[in-house]
């Protein structure tokens, strides 16, 4: 049993990895798909503004997740997931976007969950991811009919 709570943040982190290492290998399943990527980066950042960020210095910092494939007639399906923490407040975003020629769009957005303790940011964390991955399929399929 797990009762150290950085222990379970940490963890909740390694889940969300696991989900997006799902996420891409489902991508590289599908016929068309030319390549996958699944990224996944940590910085550290300063809030300059409501949505504007100064990466690299500060004392917030930003993970993010990444499923993203590239199909052979050019068009991009993207699941992604933010978690970034400021001034003592836990923020996570969480959306499926599409970019083809008519450019970026979002296909699915989560609403943005924040969470001031550990226990309620491991809930938040977790429940947007398992939401994409259990989503998948139907997600995919809208992209495929676009």
């Not at 450019?103 to 303790?117: D, F, K, Q, S, T």
Request: negative net charge; glycine residues 6%.
């Amino acid at each position: 049993m797990i009762d150290c709570a950085e222990v379970k943040v940490l963890r909740s982190l390694a889940e969300v990895s696991e989900v997006f290492l799902r996420l891409a290998a489902r991508l590289r399943s599908l016929a068309d798909v030319r390549s996958v990527s699944h990224p996944c980066w940590m910085r550290t950042e300063e809030r300059i503004g409501e949505d504007q960020f100064r990466v690299g210095t500060g004392q917030g910092f930003r993970f993010e997740w990444y499923a993203e494939g590239e199909f052979v007639d050019g068009r991009v399906i993207s699941f992604g997931q933010e978690l970034f923490w400021h001034a003592g407040e836990w923020t996570i975003d969480a959306s499926v976007r599409v970019n083809d020629a008519e450019g970026e769009r979002v296909l699915l957005e989560l609403p943005r969950r924040h969470a001031a303790e550990a226990d309620d940011l491991i809930v938040e964390l977790l429940g947007q991811a398992s939401f994409l991955l259990d989503q998948q399929e139907a997600l995919i399929r809208l992209f495929s009919q676009r």
